[in-house]
């Protein structure tokens, strides 16, 4: 685990740390010291501590402007017993929504399991973002079974397995575009 690091292509294009409407505005990283962990096991120091015990994320660009944000996770999401949405929700959607954020795509290629509790946060969420959107990429099929078997998938689109889009090759604006433009036509995500 130690060895994924959050994706780091679009850096010159923005790095958390130094956007000041950032919640990690001023976060120092260490390249040598492992400090965060997922159970027993080290995680890159790159990764941003949101107040989850197994879910750690990092927000790989936002646009101010456009009014999205990329968030990239990983991890264990475990609502039922440390209610990852809640502190998502509160510590980093909720400032990133102050700044009139409504767009959230979600990066989940290294989320390993999701476990359920209720989906008050997710419509929160959803309910808050006005006019705007929630899209999961990469998530795995086993995951996006449970967030359906939970009906989360009312308040997130999740990417059909079939056309999956490969984000790493796009520069952020690009993806926000061909989400918004998919979103739109339902061309690339599961129907609801």
Known sequence: MHDLEPFWLWRDYYTTETDKKSPFYKQNYSEIYFSNAIYNYFIHPQWDNF?????????????????FCIIELIGEWNDCLYNDIKFLKRNIIEVLLAENINKFILIGENVLNFHYSDDSYYQEWFEEAENGWIVALGFRQHLIHEFKNAGIQHYIQFEDEEYAIDWRIMKPT???????????????LLPI
């Open 51 to 67: 107040d989850s015990n197994t879910l750690y994320l990092k927000i790989l660009y936002a646009d101010y402007n456009l009014g």
């Open 174 to 188: 690009e993806l926000f575009l061909r989400i918004e433009n998919d979103y739109f036509s339902q061309k690339y």
